[in-house]
C-alpha cells in the first residue's frame, strides 16, 4: 500500500509524463506506442461501429479529448445558469453511492458530497433552477430527465459517448500539451484529429476566459486542492501571502486527521482552495478562503447553444 506522500508524488509524475514529458518520459512513451496504436484502433471502431440513439430532446455535450481537467465544470455552470427546466448529468466521479443518484430536483439537494461527488455537489449549489444527476450509464439518467419534463440536457465530460445523438462542444486548452499521443503513450483518450467531429471547438483565451477573484482573502494562507494539474492555479494565487501549497490526487475526499495535521503543521490564518474542493472542506469548520471562478464565454458560442435549444427539431 503506498504512503499518501508516495502517492502523491506518483500521480503529479503521471501527470507530467503524460502532459508535458522529459526525456526520460519520452523513452517509456515512445516504448508504448504499439499499445497506443491499439488503443486508437479500438477507439476509432468504436466511435465508427457505434449507433447513436436520439432521445428527442436537445443535449450539449462539454467535453476534452484528453484526461484530466481543462475547465468543464465552470464552462458548464456558466452555459447552464440562466436555464430553467434543464439538467446536468455527470458520472459522479469517486462517489460512494452506485447507479443513477438524483442530486439535486425541485430546488432540494438530497444527498450528501460523497454519495454525489465534488463536481454533482458543485453543480448542485451554483445552479438553483437545474436538475442534477449522476450516473454512469448517461442514457438512463437522460430518460429519467425526459420524464420530468426537462427541456434541455448538459452533459459534463461526454464527448465519447458515442451512443448518444448530442451537440458537442470540446475545450481546448490555453497552452498545448507537448504529448499528442494516445494513452498510454500521451494524455489524449481519442486521436487528437477528432477534434474536427465537434459542433464547437473552444479555446481558452481565445473562446472562453476564467475570471478568478478571492473571496475572503487572508495575509497567511495555506492552499489546499485537490484537482487534476493544481499547478495551473499557480496564476491566480498571489505571491505574498501563500505559506505553502499542498495537493492531493484529483477528487479526493478529505478527512479530518490529515487536515489537523496540516493546520498545525503550517498554521495558517486560512485554507485557500477551490471551489470544487470547497464542498468537502466546508463541513469541517475551518475559515476557508476561495477561489471563486466563473468563465465568460465568447458571445458567438452562446448564441449557437441558444439557437439549438430554442430552435430544436428544426436541425
Known sequence: MLQKQEYNKLVFWIEEYLFYPKISHKILSYALLPFSAIYCLLVILKREFTKQKDFDIPIISIGNLTIGGNGKTPFTIALAKDRVDTAVILRGYKRESTDLLVVKEDGKISCDVKDSGDEAMLYAKELPNAMVLVCKNRALAIEYAAKKSIKSIFLDDAFHRHEIKKFDILLEPQKEYTNNFCLPSGPYREPKSFSKKADIVAKEGVDFNRNVFIKNQTKKMLLITAISKPQRLDKFLPKDSIIAKIYFEDHHFY?????????????????????????????????LSILELNVSINKNIILKINSFIDNFGNF
Open 255 to 287: 478527512q479530518k486527521k490529515e487536515l489537523d495535521n496540516i493546520i498545525k503543521k503550517y498554521n495558517p490564518t486560512s485554507i485557500l482552495t477551490t471551489t470544487k474542493d470547497a464542498v468537502k472542506l466546508e463541513k469541517f469548520g475551518y475559515d
